[in-house]
Every structure is written in C-alpha cells, then in structure tokens.
C-alpha cells in the first residue's frame, strides 16, 4: 500500500524554523510532483509550495523568502524547511503526491495525501 507520511511539526517560538519532511513507501516506481498545503480552521486549503520530478520550485507569496522545498528522490522524500516562522503560519501541514506505482506487472499513476503535521508558531 503506498502513502504519504509527514514528519516534523511542532512547537517553535516566532522567528524559529521547523523542518517538515513527506516520505513515501510502498510499492513506488517514482515520486513525481510534490507540493506543501496547509488550511487552518475555517480558511480554504492553500497551496504552500511546490516541486517537481526535475526540481523546479514554486512557491505561495506569503512564504517566498522564508520556506524552501527540497527532494530527495533516492529516499523519496520531500521537505519543507521553515525559516522566520511568524504566528500565522500555525496550522496543519499535508503534503500531495503524484507517484508512479508498479504492480509488478504494470506502471499507474496515482495522488496521495499525508495525513498532516501539526506547526504551531507561539511563544
């Protein structure tokens, strides 16, 4: 069975960082584009960051400069370090796959959602 698992949240003080990591198991030929979201209570989902098989970034304006999102596909792993944290990024973080999954016999595609991970930003 393959999924998603996130790591890394926690308690930190505003100004700290806090670095999240999505690892993926399973029967997993590839993992393709990954991206960070988070929604608080009440708010819509938003989109934090993005990366794709090649490496290429994106980023959602309210973390540029502070957030980088990195792979490491031999581990198939993504992580989302998190510099000057500010109290409004306190929510829950998930992260989003598209993987390559082989049966065996047969190569598919499939998206994949974490369950999340806890970031609170107070002192």
């Known amino acids: 069975q393959v999924q998603l698992v996130e790591s890394g949240g926690g308690l930190v003080q505003p100004g700290g960082s806090l670095r999240l990591s999505c690892v993926a198991s399973g029967s997993i030929f590839r993992l393709n584009a990954v991206g960070w979201y988070r929604q608080a209570p009440g708010q819509q989902r938003e989109l934090v960051a993005t990366i794709t098989s090649g490496g290429s970034t994106n980023y959602a304006d309210s973390v540029k400069g502070r957030f980088t999102i990195s792979r490491d596909s031999a581990k198939k792993t993504v992580y989302l370090q998190m510099n000057s944290l500010k109290s409004e990024d306190t929510t829950v973080y998930c992260c989003?796959?598209?993987?390559?999954?082989?049966?065996?016999?047969?190569?598919?595609?499939?998206?994949?959602w974490g369950q999340g991970t806890q970031v609170t930003v107070s002192s």
């Open positions: 989003n796959a598209d993987i390559t999954i082989y049966t065996g016999t047969s190569y598919y595609t499939s998206v994949k």
